[in-house]
């Protein structure tokens, strides 16, 4: 009987028996075939190379580590050769120093070369502050924009604590060190000092969008106060230029830039497949356990 198995699934056995022995060939054969399939020029019909002239940035997900969002931004600023910058947005936001990193980026890329936002999806909290300096912010009609707020969260664990017989030791220095602890009730004292950051941080985030819509902060419950908006909504109170699809954000950016002909400068495709996957994962833990303050 084990032999007749073995028979059936040895066609099976041999290829994971290949696989296994060759896992490290595969995976560099693989690599080099994207990185040679994934050109970021594009062939015109003689059979020569056109170089890129227009940059797409993906802006995906909860707001964390951005270093890679920046450092697609700094290449973009520095490169001769890309004339503009296509900003697709689709995240709820996330930490509040990530989010203005991205946000002073952006404006520092737009003095030198137009940059066009597109909110696909969600633009809400940090990714919209992300998304204030650009030259135009185009939302897709079905899109979620706003939120402008600051949050910060805890729990309270202390009678959980009690019932199965745990207590906590602190020795501390400064009578704020514990504020924002999980093991108790929060004191008067502690909760005035943090809505305090939380009132500043939000003072930033409001006169920054004034600053960058040229809307009138004091007016800040009209656009902010953590509304949410449709795309046509946000239109009227002046967060978003127009409610358009991606096309009509390609044509502003090519328009913007001053390109006769877009050529869009490709990712490769097995780099955006592995960034994609360790930032969701990243992200999704991150976010669950994280209680930093959030522009979210």
Known sequence: MFNFLKKIFSPIIVILDFITKYFKTIVFLTIMYFLVYSPSEKMNDNGTFEVANLQRIELFGPILDVSKTLNE??????????????????????????????AYAIKELKAIKPVVVYASGIIASGSYYASIWSDKIIANPGAMVGSIGVIMQGVNTEELMQKIGISTQTVKAGKYKESGTPTRKWFDYEKNQLQSVIDDTYKMFIQDVANARKLDVKNHTQFADAKIFTASQAQKVGLVDEVATISRAQDSLLKLSKVDTAVWKKQDKLDKFIDKFISQTVAKISMNFSSSLKAY
């Open 73 to 102: 931004i700094n290449k973009a600023k520095k490169s001769k050769n890309i004339k503009g910058v296509l900003i697709v947005v689709n995240s709820p936001g996330g930490a509040v120093a990530p989010s203005v990193e991205l």
